[in-house]
């Protein structure tokens, strides 16, 4: 077994939200470099043939709504692989520091002395408005973007968040892990006072080949959603430039985009 440096190296690399060329050059430089990558679920499976033939790969992943590694076992494998081998990337998802546990790796990585450095990546909302042909700020009519979650730690969509303050801001909403609680999630914002009217998006698989857009009104997307399939990883966008969507999907895998 090789090991290339022996006090260990954590690097928390952002994957990009499924498109394996939405990695950065830093993070796929790392992810070559790496003798051990410990992943999520919902990375580009492509990314592994960039690992070394001598590295290990450790697959951590959760599955929406189900258990997979325990947290801690994630932090103490970081540690651990990292002592063993030398140069350990931490590949997440999307940007690591957004609703990706971060900090519990980063806190466990510091507790054992270890140093450690973030490559951001792209972010499912930032995916999912390119997916859609449109931007998550206008001039003058959004100047505010709010990332939430749907699903808290509490697995109650209401704990944690000032949903009064969400029904009044003049902006962008986008919801991430809201795919099953659609229904509760707009009906919620209408009831206090949101527009029903106002456009609004869910992206499936943004980044991906099956990437899939359901656009139309708060009042009506989850209802439209359901009606379409729509599965996790999807990703939801109320406000203004929701409705400033131009791209279809059809037209961009016309045009060769994924190929
Ligand atoms: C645990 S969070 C991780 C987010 C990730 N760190 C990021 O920056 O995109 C997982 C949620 O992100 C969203 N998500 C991740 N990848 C996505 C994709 N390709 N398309 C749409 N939503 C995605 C979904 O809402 C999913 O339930």
């Given at each position: 077994?090789?090991?290339s440096?022996?006090a260990?190296?954590v ?19 790392r ?8 992943h ?23 599955a929406a ?11 103490r494998l ?17 940007d ?5 546990r ?17 490559v951001?990546g792209?972010t499912?909302?930032t ?21 939430a979650t ?19 801001i003049?902006?962008t909403l986008?919801?991430?892990m ?9 009906t919620?914002?209408?009831d ?6 106002e ?6 698989a943004?980044?991906?080949?099956d ?16 009606r379409a ?6 990703i ?16 961009l ?7």
């Open positions: 077994m090789r090991r440096d022996a260990g190296f690097s928390f690399v952002g994957a990009g939200p499924g498109d394996p060329e939405l990695i950065t050059l830093k993070g796929l430089r992810l070559r470099e790496a003798d051990v990558v410990v999520d679920r919902l990375i580009p499976v492509e990314l592994l043939s960039d690992v070394r033939a001598d590295a290990d790969v450790i697959d951590v992943g959760k709504g189900r258990h997979g590694v325990a947290q801690d076992d994630i932090n970081i540690v651990e692989r990292a002592r063993a081998r030398g140069r350990l990337v931490r590949l997440k998802g999307g690591p520091g957004l609703f990706g971060l900090d519990e790796e980063i806190g466990a990585v510091q507790a054992a002395g270890l140093p450690f450095e973030i951001p792209v499912a909302a995916a999912a408005a390119a997916v859609a042909g449109c931007s998550l700020t206008a001039r003058g009519r959004a100047s505010l973007v709010v990332l749907g699903t808290d730690h509490t697995a109650d969509e209401t704990a944690g968040l000032d949903w009064d303050l969400l029904a009044r003049e902006g986008v919801f991430y809201a795919a099953r609680r659609l229904p509760s999630i707009t919620l914002l209408a206090l006072g949101r527009d029903p009217g456009p609004a998006l869910v992206v499936e943004a980044g991906r080949r990437a899939r857009i359901v656009s139309g009104e708060l009042g009506t997307i989850a209802e439209a959603a359901r399939g729509i599965e996790p990883p999807a939801f966008i109320t406000g203004p430039t929701a409705g400033l969507a131009r791209v279809s999907l059809a037209r895998l016309e045009a060769g985009a994924y190929a």
